[in-house]
């Protein structure tokens, strides 16, 4: 009976030891951090009563007459696009990479430039990142060679998740490997 | 004849443990398991979840014939009459305390013995999986098994939901439990930081320069580590944790940079003019990568520090992303080259002591592979007729396991 007593105790032992000693679920999945990310600095639409109130800072007037020059030329700007698994620009884009630069010399001349690389669908490993960034960086030689300043121009890849088309057909896959232009202040 | 067995024994022996080796048909065939809820709280329709989870968990460990038939019994019953001729008998309690916890009993019958007894407990019904998870891990602990610590490990993947709109997402290995720990922007590449899960890097390409940022999960603070021009991803961290292998082009050149954590100082560790992309440590002093200095993308690797380079793999056109493992690679290869028309991306597993080559899929676009630490299994994203899974490959069992996302698209995974 005391030898029946001590085994079972000893059972006990082992099953709650086991429970205490190792850390069996992940405790911190419980409570979850959720972290909301600072949303960025939106341009407030200011209501006709403010209006008043705020060209008298001087603030709101040229500001936005900015951004709807900026507006209006990005729409001017024309898209870059490349072959598949290409980075060189193509001889049909050539003309379109010329009045790029132009405009950015001309109208366009008092903002920075952001050159966004983009892919098809065919990865979302780095290298189709890379591939979308080199697509960019050409566009940026391009430009720099056509009288451009390097230092107005920065660039960023969306490899492939920045697509205007969804559908997957040839056409559509063709219009995602692109390079398009934002103007920056 | 005796020559022929010799020769046979000398082969099997040679080649055993090898993973590159595929494994056609086993022999000897798996003994089976049943499972019976010997529950005494919670309505059916989470009873049967549960038990939904803890099968599908035991048929992952593939070391049993898994019985699919629910079955429910006092917990110090008899075993089921159905069940008299199975292997194993797994009974389970599941219990509601008075502080709503999820308490969690189990045994494991084998000819009318307990031969292992344990007690799990949770706080948040909610994470219900990670106990079944739990269970399967000590199973396999008590069968004598490799380990197989990567089930009860965390998996944070990034999801998108729209044009430039993804979520940061932490889940277990079945995406049966997701937690969206980031929201809004475009956030990308999250890589676990350290060995518990606490913190993870990741890529915001949300403002003018893509940023490297560090968010730790038990603050919910994040804080920018690097930018650069054009990209930047941490590739891998380091096993110490000290070392992170970056991708970034400060020039608008991707290439890989190592980045030392304690001094926050970089340098340049791949210097090709073209793509070099996809750092990770082979070991504290060598890395693999992917690079198109041949013209096309493949995997290469480099003692830090020197200017030699090694081409790793040489079978397949657009090998774009890998993993590695001591000896082991596992690589994302093109099958198909074609602008017009569906590409099939399969994964495909090498040894850099033998020249065998194992392909590790058959169908639709397989990529990002991820070993786990242990080196049992792969995980990968699979994207198949508009559909995005997570999937496992264990590789010692030569078998396959998708778990589909509902909503979205993958890009990149860790665990």
């Given at each position: 009976m005391k030898s029946i007593l001590l085994s079972g105790a000893v059972i006990a032992l082992l099953v709650f030891s086991g429970c205490s000693k190792e850390p069996i679920v992940d405790e911190s999945a419980s409570q979850p951090q959720t972290v909301t990310q600072t949303a960025p600095v939106e341009t407030e639409t200011i209501s006709s009563d403010n209006v008043s109130v705020d060209t008298e800072k001087g603030m709101s007037g040229s500001e936005d007459s900015n951004e709807m020059k900026m507006v209006k030329l990005e729409k001017e700007l024309s898209t870059i696009y490349f072959d598949f698994d290409k980075f060189v620009i193509r001889a049909d884009m050539q003309d379109k990479v010329s009045s790029d630069a132009k405009l950015a010399n001309a109208e366009a001349s008092n903002f920075n430039i952001k050159l966004e690389g983009n892919c098809d669908e065919?990865?979302?490993?780095e290298y189709n990142f890379a591939l979308g960034l080199k697509r960019a960086n050409t566009t940026k030689n391009a430009l720099v060679a056509e009288g451009v300043a390097a230092n107005r121009i920065s660039m960023v890849s969306y490899g492939e998740t920045n697509p205007t088309c969804n559908e997957k057909t040839r056409d559509c896959w063709s219009k995602n490997r692109r390079v398009d232009f934002k103007l920056l202040p | 004849m005796r020559v022929f067995f010799t020769l046979l024994l000398l082969i099997s022996v040679s080649f055993a443990g090898d993973a590159t080796i595929e494994v056609i048909k086993k022999v000897e065939s798996l003994p089976s398991i049943a499972l019976e809820d010997a529950s005494v709280s919670y309505d059916s329709t989470f009873k049967s979840t549960f038990f939904k989870t803890l099968a599908a968990d035991l048929n992952v460990l593939s070391l049993f014939n898994v019985d699919r038939h629910y079955h429910e019994t006092n917990?110090?019953?008899?075993?089921?009459v159905a069940n008299k001729d199975m292997n194993y008998v797994l009974r389970y309690k599941l219990t509601e305390d008075d502080n709503n916890a999820l308490n969690v009993e189990i045994k494991l019958i084998s000819n009318e013995k307990n031969v292992l007894l344990k007690k799990y407990k949770i706080n948040n019904k909610r994470i219900y999986v990670f106990v079944a998870h739990s269970i399967a891990y000590d199973i396999n602990e008590f069968m004598g098994s490799?380990?197989?610590e990567w089930m009860k490990k965390r998996v944070i993947f990034s999801r998108i939901t729209q044009a430039r709109r993804s979520e940061i997402i932490i889940a277990d290995y079945t995406l049966a439990y997701q937690h969206v720990i980031l929201k809004g922007g475009l956030n990308l590449f999250p890589k676990w930081a350290n060995k518990n899960q606490s913190a993870f890097y990741y890529s915001s390409l949300g403002g003018k320069k893509p940023l490297l940022k560090y968010l730790d999960t038990r603050t919910g603070k994040s804080k920018v580590i690097l930018s650069s021009d054009g990209m930047m991803i941490c590739s891998d961290v380091s096993y110490d944790e000290k070392l992170l292998l970056l991708t970034m082009a400060p020039k608008g050149q991707p290439d890989v940079y190592l980045y030392n954590v304690d001094t926050k100082q970089y340098k340049r560790a791949t210097t090709y003019g073209g793509i070099d992309v996809s750092g990770q440590f082979i070991d504290k002093n060598t890395i693999a990568f992917i690079s198109d200095r041949l013209g096309y993308p493949n995997i290469f690797s480099k003692k830090i520090g020197t200017s030699s380079v090694e081409q790793?793999?040489?079978?397949?056109?657009s090998n774009s992303a890998c993993s590695a493992h001591g000896e082991y690679v596992v690589y994302k290869s093109r099958e198909s080259s074609n602008a017009f028309s569906e590409n099939t991306f399969n994964l495909h597993l090498i040894s850099t002591k033998t020249d065998f080559i194992r392909r590790l899929t058959a169908t639709g676009v397989n990529e990002f592979p991820r070993f786990s630490k242990d080196g049992d299994a792969i995980l990968f994203i699979k994207n198949y007729k508009a559909q995005s899974s997570l999937g496992i490959i264990r590789l010692s069992h030569n078998k396959n396991y998708l778990f589909p996302l509902k909503v979205g698209k993958i890009q990149s995974i860790d665990w």
């Open positions: 065919w990865g979302s490993d | 917990f110090d019953g008899n075993v089921v490799p380990s197989v790793m793999v040489y079978y397949g056109k």
